[in-house]
């Protein structure tokens, strides 16, 4: 039995996952065994394809879940919606777990059905930086490329033939490849929002790189473990004082840096000034709606304000369109980064969503997507 | 600059600050002739969204007016509206264009407040200088 508040060390028994695993295996196996005993009906991993490109599938088959080991760095796709309207276990980045809350509060899912065993987070890139970097950087050939991995500040790749190259991180943001922008100032490395909160950081010793530090955040974060103890897919035991000490300290270096990126990448913004910071990029906009597509905190559907209000038409100036979306947000956005991501003319959408949406809800002291209870200050009139 | 006149906007609820405005009207109160009146049921229609419309096609200024809080015919809609109204004073003050909306409540017997609202606001937004939106579709 474990309980809430559990620092944990663990691995995947099979020692296939344990060895394919990014750390230990061990949120594979927790996620196969969750589907094997019904805890869920459904899971939701990622489905290789290389180290650029995955797709999320939604699979019933344990099969699958196993096979579905690793963290893609390249791949940062939000999975949130994949979770909506299904009994689903999930892994997630904090980003990723925050969107669900943020989908909970407008009822688009039901917490009580999604586990969401959440994955420590330094960030991730965009695959056609990276591709890129491997060219410039590297000189590898993207082509040639069968693993990565982040270790000690240094991201490496492994190719076919056997060579490993690493590069540290710093150097690489300095050339402007590196995580995606959004990620350097994410200040939620640890997934506490989720039910657990998976990573390698604080596993050391003998288990260093093949076992999984685990802390149980909630109840679900409980049955998610027990179970999978119980199916005989996991062992764990307490991580040891050093061990939780050296992942928290890996963290406050984390956030500090996050926190310092911040004040770099968002620019001070003198009054009259600020409608031609948002006007001038958004002006080579083509109305595509890729960015109200792909957001995992929007959840009006079809329907939507921003695109009721908004005709074609009047793209030349700022749109109503992202006028809509800028207010809408202003509470919402969790600066996940997925617009700029897919945006085909490269406005830095989400630099400008969180340069709205950042201030707004510090003035209001809220944060979207930690506590399914804090309501968003503009969701509903609260009659005082 | 000088030979600006702004285009001002104001959102009247149906039972007082519209009453109001017409009794601004009936007792011969001089008021600048740059607003154009929308009259709403309760001030509570008025959405963050037709703010900002209007502001996208260039009005330089909003005003929206509605009954004294305790006094809305619909009990509570003027407390939604007070409520709504951070929303969108928050998000135009990152746009740069907080000044252009003012919320204020105005009762059937205040035609001489309705008149000091709108000529105070108008100068206000004459001293502003256009809508930088206005500007930005002008050029175009
Ligand atoms: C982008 C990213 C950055 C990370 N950065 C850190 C870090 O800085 N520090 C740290 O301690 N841990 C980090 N992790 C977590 C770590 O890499 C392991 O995922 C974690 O330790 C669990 O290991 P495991 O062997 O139990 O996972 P596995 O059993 O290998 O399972 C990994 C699971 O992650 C899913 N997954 C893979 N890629 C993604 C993705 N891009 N988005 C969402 N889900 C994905 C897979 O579908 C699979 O279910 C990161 C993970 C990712 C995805
Ligand atoms: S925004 Fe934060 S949580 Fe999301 S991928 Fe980037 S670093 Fe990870
Ligand atoms: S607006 Fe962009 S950054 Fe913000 S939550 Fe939506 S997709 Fe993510
Ligand atoms: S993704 Fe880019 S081009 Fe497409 S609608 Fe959004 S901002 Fe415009
Ligand atoms: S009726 Fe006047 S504010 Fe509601």
Not at chain 1, 71 to 76: A, D, E
Not at chain 1, 136 to 146: A, L, N
């Given at each position: 039995m474990v309980n809430v508040g559990d620092m944990l060390v663990g691995y995947a028994t099979n020692e296939d996952v344990r060895k394919r695993g990014a750390s230990g295996g061990l949120v594979t196996a927790v996620l196969a065994a969750a589907l094997e005993k019904g805890l869920v009906e459904n899971v939701v991993v990622m489905k290789h394809i290389n180290e650029f490109e995955a797709v999320p599938i939604i699979t019933d088959d344990v099969d699958e879940v196993l096979a579905s080991?690793?963290?893609?760095?390249?791949?940062?796709?939000?999975?949130?919606?994949?979770?909506?309207g299904r009994k689903v276990a999930m892994p997630a980045k904090p980003c990723d777990a925050q969107a669900v809350i943020e989908q909970a509060k407008r009822g688009m899912i039901d917490l009580d059905n999604t586990y969401v065993v959440g994955l420590n987070c330094g960030g991730s890139m965009h695959p056609v930086t990276t591709k890129k970097m491997l060219v410039?950087?590297?000189?590898?050939?993207?082509?040639?490329?069968?693993g990565e991995e982040i270790e000690k500040g240094k991201l490496i790749f492994k190719t076919k033939n056997g060579e490993e190259m690493a590069i540290a991180i710093d150097e690489l943001e300095e050339a402007g490849f590196g995580r995606r922008e959004s990620c350097r100032y994410c200040t939620l490395k640890i997934p506490v929002n989720a039910d657990l909160a998976c990573g390698n950081w604080g596993v050391i010793g003998d288990k260093a790189g093949s076992a999984t530090f685990c802390q149980v955040m909630n109840d679900k974060g409980v049955k998610l473990l027990d179970n999978a103890i119980e199916a005989g897919r996991i062992e764990v035991e307490p991580a040891s004082d050093k061990a939780i000490a050296i992942r928290a300290k890996v963290n406050d270096v984390m956030v500090n840096l996050g926190n310092t990126l911040e004040k770099e990448i968002f620019p001070e913004i003198p009054d009259e000034e600020r409608m031609q910071y948002y006007m001038e990029p958004m002006a080579d906009c083509i109305d595509c709606g890729a960015c109200k597509e792909v957001c995992p905190v929007c959840a009006c559907g079809e329907d939507s304000k921003c695109t009721m209000f908004h005709s074609l038409v009047d793209n030349y100036k700022m749109s109503m369109y992202h006028m809509v979306r800028l207010l809408h947000l202003s509470d919402s956005c969790i600066a996940c980064g997925q617009c700029s991501d897919v945006c085909p003319s490269d406005i830095p959408i989400t630099l400008l969503q969180s340069s709205f949406a950042i201030p707004s809800q510090r003035k209001r002291e809220y944060t979207p997507g930690m506590n399914v209870d804090d309501v968003p200050p503009f969701f509903e009139v609260i009659l005082k | 600059m000088s030979d600006f006149e702004p285009d001002i906007l104001t959102f009247c609820c149906n039972w007082c600050s519209y009453a109001g405005a017409d009794l601004a009207g009936v007792s011969r109160l001089q008021y600048p002739t740059n607003n154009r009146i929308i009259r709403v049921m309760c001030s509570s229609r008025v959405e963050p969204i037709h703010i900002l419309e209007a502001l996208k096609e260039g009005t330089d200024g909003i005003l929206v007016t509605g009954c004294h809080i305790g006094d809305c015919h619909y009990i509570e809609g003027n407390i939604h509206t007070d409520e709504r109204m951070k929303e969108i004073v928050d998000a135009l003050e990152h746009l740069g264009l907080k000044d252009r909306l003012r919320l204020e409540w105005v009762s059937a017997a205040e035609g001489k407040k309705f008149q000091e609202t709108i000529t105070d606001f108008v100068e206000k937004i004459r001293a502003l200088g256009p809508n930088p939106l206005k500007e930005k579709a002008k050029e175009e």
């Open positions: 080991t690793g963290s893609l760095h390249s791949v940062p796709v939000n999975l949130a919606k994949y979770a909506m410039e950087m590297y000189d590898i050939d993207p082509e040639d490329v069968v | -």
